[in-house]
């Protein structure tokens, strides 16, 4: 059974305009969350993390917001460019009292970005 | 170079070979892990290991073998290879305390 879901598989946006990727989570245990950006031919690249003590964390033009509640995490991008067209994937992690790698994460099956010029 | 990286880029290989695919970091980082990502499936973790001479069983262990005798590298070995090991694999490594996995370029195994 999928623990980190991302029902997405593609998205389209124009440049300038707002990209949101969502994903869901069912494991009540995880308590950290990542984004990594991955392009054709490349590995995954960090991109934007936020604990579960936070409800949003910034970095630029990226925003990622979790609702706890409702198990569910987005990332926001704005303004969109044609080099943010990539696959995003969401992870988590169960990374427990002690805090750090617990071991792995768990990932989505991805969303294709494709913002258009 | 410092970082991640992994050896070959491409490999193809016949069904019942052995092949052992090569991840070595620059960091010193403690934990380091292996993923396969194929389509429909996103990233899922084969092993890790927390330190040099302690590995573990991710979701998808069978028909791997790992082993990691100094902290810079961590092999993945499939001891028979089969067609439904045709996939791409990534190396990825942390710091103990970190939950940023840095990953490494890939390598693209094709079992004909």
């Known amino acids: 059974d999928q623990q980190v879901k991302q029902n997405s598989p593609s998205l389209s946006v124009q440049e300038g305009r707002i990209s949101i990727l969502n994903c869901d989570y069912t494991n009540s245990m995880f308590d950290y969350f990542l984004w990594y950006k991955k392009y054709p031919a490349e590995g995954p690249t960090f991109l934007i993390s936020i604990s579960s003590i936070k409800d949003k964390n910034e970095d630029g033009r990226f925003t990622v917001f979790l609702n706890k509640s409702a198990k569910h995490l987005s990332l926001h991008i704005v303004p969109s460019q044609p080099g943010d067209s990539a696959v995003y994937f969401c992870?988590?992690?169960?990374?427990?009292?002690?805090?750090?790698?617990?071991?792995?994460?768990?990932f989505g099956k991805g969303t294709k970005l494709s913002v258009k010029p | 170079d410092a970082g991640i990286t992994q050896s070959p880029r491409y490999k193809i290989t016949e069904t019942g070979r052995q092949v052992t695919l090569m991840c070595h970091q620059t960091w010193s980082h403690s934990y380091m892990f292996w993923y396969r990502q194929d389509l429909g499936h996103g990233l899922r973790l084969i092993y890790y290991?927390?330190?040099?001479?302690?590995?573990d069983k991710g979701e998808v262990p069978d028909g791997y073998v790992v082993s990691r005798s100094k902290t810079e590298n961590f092999p993945l070995t499939l001891e028979s290879a089969t067609r439904s090991q045709t996939s791409v694999y990534f190396c990825a490594s942390t710091l103990s305390g970190s939950t940023e996995a840095f990953f490494g370029q890939g390598t693209r195994l094709t079992v004909v």
């Open positions: 290991s927390a330190a040099a001479d302690i590995t």
């Open positions: 992870a988590a992690s169960a990374r427990g009292f002690y805090g750090g790698s617990q071991g792995n994460l768990i």
